[in-house]
């Protein structure tokens, strides 16, 4: 894999052909490697998604993992996610002029299908962070056919009809990760580019809670207003399975 982008963008950019998985390899070399420190391979063959789940991610997308090391507490680490898929729906919106928006806690939709994953992985000894893993995969240059019909997927491909410099793209989602970390605004783009809020949904996780979407937490977490009229707060790890009723 050779991608154009810029040397500046990060500290370190490792491109390779064939990889597990990009968080996998990121972890192995995290506790060496400067923070910024970017890997991107043309195939996953293992790729993950959260809670165990496969990442389909063939030849012509975007498998990225980003080791970042900041000075942050775990309860801060979500920032981190919100960071990456806010920087995916404004590099989608600004360069291809697609409506991306977010499904919470971690997709990027494009009219209401799924054309993003974001994994964020952190090693931690109690309170300090040693170093975060975002992974992010972008369902770019393939073709939508490749993917079950199940998953309700799409790609930069199957919405614009025409295949788009991979370079580019990365090199603009990480800009933006990086001007949106150091912004105060980043709580507020997420929430409104959110496609979750107001909706009706169902959250499998410890106990099932379905109800309307009602509000998203600066720490990540989602409120739902239940049908019996209660509220919950669910953590974005609690989360299994978030469906439209
Ligand atoms: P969820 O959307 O349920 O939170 P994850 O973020 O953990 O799921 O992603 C894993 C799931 O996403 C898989 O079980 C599969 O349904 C779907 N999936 C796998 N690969 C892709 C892909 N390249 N594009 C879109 N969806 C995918």
Sequence with gaps: LHLHIPEDICSRLIQLESVGSTNEFAREIANEAENWTVVIAEVQTAGRGRLGR???SPSGGVWMSIILKPRVTPSEAFRYTMAGSVAVCRALRDLYGLDARTKWPNDVLVNGR???????????ELDVINYMIIGIGINANMSASSLPEEW??????????????????????????????????LYHQWVRLSDTLNRRVRVKGFDEVTGIAESLDPDGALVVRKDDGG??????GDCIHLRPD
């Design 152 to 185: 309700n997927a799409t790609t930069i491909y199957e919405e614009l009809h025409r295949e788009v410099p991979r370079g580019e793209l990365v090199a603009k989602v990480l800009e933006e990760m990086r001007a949106l970390l150091e912004s105060g605004d």
């Design 114 to 124: 799924k054309i993003c994953g974001v994994l964020t992985e952190i090693s931690a």
């Design 231 to 236: 509220i919950v707060r669910i953590l974005a």
């Design 54 to 56: 496969k990442w389909f």
